[in-house]
């Protein structure tokens, strides 16, 4: 005789729940597309770019600052210097995050969190690399370490923006911070960060 085990339907009846999230964030990582990365760097903020830089700094709880827009790669080095010594945005960021990922483990396991951010951050590392090269050499930059940075932090929009969609906020009105961040960088630009009341934008 064999005994059946409620565990065994609890388990069941939670991947039967994970499977579309799991299948959405699958969708956003195949969706990735490096065709667009940085490729508006340093043109002037349209009225898109300013609602998304506006959803995020609202967001993030700094609805004194306002987007401001870098000109060149030189102004963006000089901007991204400035994270290490003002950390209010990223302190901010990283508070979201942790709710996002609480959020996330309430629908998913750990594993298959895990899984999914792999798959994203797989998707985003070599061609955003490849983006960000292609961009940095059309305007003669030779300083590897900035186009790193800027391949690193579009990868981390991406892991980002797949949490919000695991955690089913991407239908949010107005957008999830980090799914704003991200959808200025697949319009081509590359939100440097916040300093003072300036969220600097290539």
Request: aromatic residues 8%; negative net charge.
């Amino acid at each position: 005789m064999q005994f059946h085990d409620d565990s065994d339907d609890v388990d069941f009846t939670r991947l039967l729940e994970e499977i579309p999230l799991l299948y959405k964030a699958r969708a956003f990582a195949e969706s990735l597309n490096a065709n667009t990365w940085f490729s508006r760097l340093g043109e002037p903020l349209d009225p898109r770019d300013r609602t998304l830089a506006r959803a995020y700094l609202d967001g993030l709880g700094f609805p004194e600052a306002e987007p401001a827009l870098l000109s060149d790669w030189s102004e963006a080095a000089t901007a991204a210097e400035s994270l290490d010594r003002d950390p209010v945005g990223w302190e901010a960021e990283e508070m979201l995050r942790a709710g996002l990922i609480t959020r996330v483990l309430e629908r998913l396991d750990e594993e298959a969190v895990n899984v999914a951010l792999s798959q994203v951050g797989s998707k985003t590392h070599d061609s955003s690399r490849d983006a960000v090269e292609e961009a940095a050499s059309i305007d003669d930059i030779e300083d590897m370490e900035l186009v790193h940075a800027a391949a690193g932090a579009l990868a981390q929009a991406a892991n980002g923006a797949a949490l919000v969609i695991m955690a089913e906020a991407e239908d949010d009105d107005p957008p999830h911070p980090f799914l704003a961040r991200w959808r200025l960088f697949a319009r081509g630009r590359w939100p440097v960060g916040l300093a003072g009341a300036s969220y600097n934008i290539l």
